[in-house]
């Protein structure tokens, strides 16, 4: 038996596939949707007779090296060695290029980040974090929980440089993983792919001791892209998250990494945030993987709540059930969880769907009703809401909803939306009308 023969003997492509998907049995094979296409009815299916997977909608089929290859972007190699390492293989190469070629330059970042993260983690509980993990413990966070996020401190010292020049990486290598010996005065999270690997940081400076010449900003430094961190499609917290996310059927995003932790603290577990950047398209098809119903729990602020309507309408561009939850007397989930732990739970519970949230944001505080101005300003608020609805049941039950709770006629609030989507659709045409053409080759040569 050769060795990539062995590997695949070793690897339970269901117990693989299902690190991704939430898998359902369908007889003698698993089905779910198709991470590779969008689609409602699932056609994806896994077999753990053949050790295969195949899409019968969009026709991806391969083993588990090709399926670990195409959600992770890897080549043949770098695949194949992360599935040896989990298997026990020990692969050996038939010369020195294959095995330099193998060890590739994902491989020299991961372990870059591996050490940066033990160095972080060891500097938190020494005497240089005193501070640091003082400021985490008062923001309600426990010692399980900071050892449970390896959560680190980066010094003001060239410490961690030192060491890396002692293991023989280059400062290429560094450059290339991110430089994350920059880190100086910054409370250290790690960001974990869904296989527990660190592939990048995000440190909050630490203003309390911070020297006068040092700059507080920005108050969040991020990991740049890399060949292992792309944050438009990576979620904090989802290696931790996921299991519990299967189990609840859903999936709670919030907006930073204490957010996140402190979740932990009051026993929420299925939460993610966004990795230093918008919420995406791409991180809401990662969490359509795991399931459909999705919980946006941002910041109270006028910026939180903004985030949190584009984040519906991506929701229902993907065929996902959103809902939102109101935080009231907090500004954050983070100080939500520390005041009140028990009452974090209930508001997930409590969540709404977006057209009855934008409804009782708006109502319960007017105890006389709304004018009729804020009902044409919570109207504007709903319809992108209402177009984007991809289920025509849902659409038409919400357009009684708001019309009953406006107290108008239903004829009206579906001539807004009918206006509203003449002009959507006169948007995307001068959009595209204004895209420019890629001139035709006789174009190009005159």
């Avoid at 390896?150 to 991110?178: C, H, M, N, V």
């Avoid at 519906?312 to 935080?327: F, G, M, Q, R, S």
């Avoid at 420019?436 to 080759?441: G, V």
Wanted: aromatic share 10%; glycine share 6%; proline share 5%.
């Amino acid at each position: 038996m050769d060795q990539v023969e062995e590997v695949k003997k070793k690897t339970d492509i269901v117990e693989l596939v299902g690190q991704y998907l939430e898998l359902k049995r369908a007889g003698i094979n698993y089905s779910c949707r198709c991470p590779f296409h969008q689609e409602k009815t699932p056609s994806f299916m896994v077999s753990p007779e053949r050790q295969v997977f195949r899409c019968f909608g969009c026709g991806e089929s391969g083993d588990a090296i090709s399926f670990l290859q195409k959600m992770e972007g890897l080549s043949f190699p770098e695949a194949l060695k992360i599935l040896a390492d989990r298997a026990g293989v020990q692969l050996q190469f038939s010369n020195s290029k294959e095995m330099t070629r193998a060890k590739s330059d994902k491989e020299k970042v991961l372990a870059i980040n591996l050490l940066a993260a033990q160095f972080f983690k060891a500097a938190l509980w020494s005497k240089f974090g005193h501070e640091a993990l003082q400021y985490l413990l008062d923001r309600g966070l426990t010692e399980e929980i900071i050892k449970k996020f390896k959560i680190g401190y980066a010094p003001p010292i060239d410490q961690l440089e030192r060491t890396f020049r002692q293991r023989g990486f280059s400062y290429q290598d560094l450059s290339q993983a991110g430089s994350p010996q920059r880190f100086k005065y910054r409370i250290m999270f790690p960001i974990f792919n869904i296989f527990g690997d660190v592939i990048g940081f995000s440190g909050r400076i630490l203003e309390n001791v911070l020297p006068k010449d040092v700059s507080p900003h920005p108050k969040y430094l991020n990991t740049p892209e890399t060949p292992v961190f792309h944050k438009s499609n990576i979620l904090y917290g989802l290696n931790f998250a996921k299991d519990s996310i299967r189990k609840t059927k859903k999936a709670i995003v919030v907006e930073g990494q204490m957010d996140v932790a402190m979740s932990h603290v009051a026993g929420v577990e299925n939460v993610v945030a966004s990795s230093g950047t918008a919420l995406t398209s791409e991180h809401l098809k990662i969490l359509g993987r795991y399931t459909l119903d999705i919980i946006f729990a941002f910041d109270e602020d006028e910026a939180g709540q903004k985030a949190a309507e584009k984040a519906v309408v991506e929701a229902y561009d993907l065929a996902l059930e959103p809902k939102l939850t109101t935080i009231e007397g907090y500004k954050d989930v983070g100080e939500l969880a520390k005041e009140d732990p028990q009452s974090w739970e209930k508001i997930v519970q409590a969540a709404l769907p977006p057209i009855e949230w934008l409804v009782s944001r708006s109502i319960k505080t007017k105890k006389d009703g709304l004018s009729a101005v804020e009902k044409k300003d919570l109207v504007k608020k709903a319809l992108p809401f209402l177009f984007h609805m991809s289920d025509e049941i849902e659409k038409a039950h919400y357009l009684v909803y708001l019309a009953q709770n406006l107290g108008v006629p239903e004829i009206s609030v579906e001539k807004a939306l009918d206006k509203f989507s003449r002009s959507q659709k006169v948007s995307e045409k001068e959009k595209i009308e204004k895209t420019p053409t890629k001139p035709d080759l006789e174009e190009e040569l005159v």
